[in-house]
């Protein structure tokens, strides 16, 4: 089966965009063609495992909240073993939009946090935190999992030293 040229920016997947094709894969080398760059991401179909060794992907993941909510979104593959929060950066995708966990050194605002417990239906942080998440497609190595406290900010580019916003 092949897979149709699509091209998306990551940020604008939706629900029905992981359900149809699980794997993406950035789309670096076409960052030169009109309205692609560095968020653009083409649907892949691998052959067996997906080997996150040999490109740069993001995959389909499930998000269980603390109290029990299952969602469906996107993560980024391990690059060189590296499983930390920076590199993989779960998010959830719902009709109305994708919330985002991994803020990098951009602060989130009150409104940004407001939004995405609007969209996820919930009230307070421990109806959402901590959560766990896991990748949904078949890698080389097996699932990646971890888990997220809360809204993660990069304090420190250097020594990688974070603070949970929530």
Not at 113 to 133: G, H, T, V, Y
């Amino acid at each position: 089966m092949s897979v149709p040229r699509i091209r998306k920016q990551v940020y604008e997947l939706t629900p029905e965009d992981l359900q149809r094709c699980p794997i993406w894969e950035y789309a670096l080398d076409e960052e030169g063609e009109e309205g692609q760059d560095e968020a653009t991401v083409r649907p892949v179909e691998p052959n067996g495992l997906l080997d996150p060794e040999h490109g740069s992907y993001i995959v389909r993941a499930i998000l269980n909240l603390a109290d029990g909510t299952r969602f469906t979104g996107y993560m980024n593959t391990p690059f060189q073993g590296d499983i930390g929060l920076g590199t993989l950066q779960p998010v959830i995708v719902v009709p109305t939009g994708q919330i985002v966990f991994w803020w990098g050194m951009i602060q989130p605002s009150a409104t940004d946090i407001a939004e995405s417990f609007k969209r996820l239906d919930k009230a307070s942080p421990r109806q959402i935190f901590p959560l766990k998440f896991t990748s949904d497609v078949g890698m080389v190595g097996g699932p990646v999992e971890g888990e997220i406290s809360g809204f993660i900010l990069l304090e420190d580019f250097t020594t990688g030293k974070t603070r949970v916003v929530t």
